[in-house]
């Protein structure tokens, strides 16, 4: 163990006067949050309980398997032994901290479903001690914390919110990122009062390496999380709305992009694609428009951005359908094989993946469809890359997998597909081009 975590722990225990000192932690949530920072928590020391509604998923967690760990946290699950994992309610009883990881989707109409977070604050509220720490952990927009979590850990307690510490400490982590992962990045912390940030501050300076920034309050750290979120949805937007645009024009946009980025300030690269997925870019910034409503104002910029981001999967399935008519084929009839289904490249995740979207158009417009993901293998129709390719009349990559990005044009050929439309642009265009394969980007 390092000096410095030695310190931190030593002025962290000198700060309890008369309220507990945290040993034990309550996750709620097991998933790409709660897992990890479960296992984090229990190398340094603490005494976790993992806790989950879904008794399928913690029957797996108990024989330590979880297919969504890197290779380096699923070593240390495995050793984990002061984390147990639970569906049972009673064993959250007492603890000193809870932090809450549950999702915050949306429901169809795009409103925040904040079900599971209410169902999570329920069952910490029935087990809530005098003096413990609740830190709510999962994404939501300013106000929820203190106007729904808060309120519902009071009433189910019995406590007021005097009697328990309450904060906010958004996780940011980029699943699939060696560098940026729970253990490193930095985190901002807002606490219902002074003491309450503190101890939280105090709590995750010593789970996490990262730097820790104390917000003016929740909302501010509710806000911030939203903001970044949003701030990339708008950012990736604004590239694709120019791919559509530059397609038209025959300019190449990442070469663009390229360009652009070789400006020292002010520039910040982002790529078009066919789509934005996962749990949080086309989810949190609805909850950000919902938040403004609330307060009688329209955001302008986040509305258009999830528009043109939604309508990516349709751009590329068309993309596909224009270069199939070149070639005086029909989108219906025709067999694509669809390279890709999570949302992002090297994970097991399909959470709001524009690939499943476009899995569904080609179906609809009447394709057959070979669906290869090596990351997803119950999902795939076909069982490895040659049997998705060979007979297909053209490919579409969904997903920057490394295994597709490492492909060339012979490895197309040989399979006789001669189109590709490469949603993640992530091949080398002249290659193809040079051997005669029909390739189209976005953008590009
Ligand atoms: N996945 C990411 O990359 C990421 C990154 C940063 C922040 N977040 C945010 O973190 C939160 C959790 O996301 P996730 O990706 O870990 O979700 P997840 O779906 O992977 O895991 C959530 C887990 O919570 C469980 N759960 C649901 N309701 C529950 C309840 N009432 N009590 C106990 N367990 C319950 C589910 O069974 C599931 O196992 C979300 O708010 C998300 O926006 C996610």
């Given at each position: 163990m390092s000096l410095d975590y030695l310190e931190k722990e030593r002025s962290y225990t000198s700060l309890q006067t008369n309220h507990r000192t945290i040993t034990s932690v309550g996750v709620i949530g097991l998933g790409y949050v709660g897992l990890p920072l479960s296992i984090l928590a229990a190398e340094r020391r603490f005494r976790v309980v993992g806790f989950d509604i879904d008794e399928k998923k913690i029957a797996q967690l108990m024989r330590r398997e979880a297919g969504f760990l890197n290779a380096e946290e699923a070593v240390q699950f495995k050793r984990a032994g002061a984390l147990s994992v639970t569906?049972?309610?009673?064993?959250?009883?007492?603890?000193d901290a809870y932090i809450v990881c549950v999702p915050t989707p949306v429901h169809e109409n795009r409103l925040p479903d904040l079900r599971p977070l209410e169902g999570a604050c329920e069952i910490v509220g029935r087990h809530l001690a005098y003096g413990a720490l609740v830190v709510i952990e999962s994404t939501v927009s300013p106000g929820v914390c203190e106007a729904v979590a808060l309120p519902i850990l009071e009433r189910v307690s019995?406590?007021?919110?005097?009697?328990f510490h309450f904060a906010h400490c958004p996780e940011r982590i980029n699943p699939g990122d060696e560098k940026w992962n729970v253990r490193t990045i930095p985190r901002v912390v807002g606490g219902l009062t002074e003491e309450a940030l503190e101890r939280t501050v105090f709590l995750y300076s010593s789970l996490i390496d990262g730097e820790i920034i104390r917000m003016k309050g929740i909302k501010e750290a509710e806000a911030v999380k939203m903001m970044e979120n949003a701030f990339r949805d708008i950012n990736i937007a604004f590239v694709n709305e120019l791919a559509i645009s530059f397609d038209r024009a025959g300019i190449d946009l990442v070469n663009v992009i390229e360009g652009a980025s070789t400006k020292p300030f002010g520039f910040m690269p982002f790529y078009p694609g066919c789509g934005v997925g996962g749990h949080c870019i086309p989810v949190d910034p609805y909850y950000l428009i919902r938040y403004g409503r609330e307060n009688g104002f329209e955001h302008q910029f986040l509305v258009t951005a999830r528009r043109i981001n939604s309508g990516m999967p349709r751009y590329a399935v068309r993309a596909l359908e224009r270069t199939l008519r070149e070639k005086k084929k029909k989108l219906k009839g025709s067999t694509v094989a669809l390279l890709g289904l999570s949302y992002k490249r090297d994970v097991p995740d399909m959470r709001e993946s524009p690939a499943v979207v476009i899995k569904n158009l080609l179906s609809k417009a009447g394709a057959t469809v070979n669906v290869y993901d090596p990351y997803i293998p119950g999902a795939s129709t076909a069982s490895d890359l040659e049997k998705a390719l060979t007979g297909a009349d053209a490919a579409l990559i969904a997903t920057d997998h490394s295994i597709f990005k490492a492909l060339g044009p012979e490895d197309f050929e040989e399979c006789g597909v001669d189109i590709v439309v490469d949603g993640r642009n992530c091949l080398d265009k002249d290659a193809f081009e040079r051997k005669g394969i029909t390739y189209r980007g976005i953008g590009r």
């Open positions: 569906a049972e309610e009673r064993d959250l009883e007492g603890l019995g406590l007021s919110r005097d009697e």
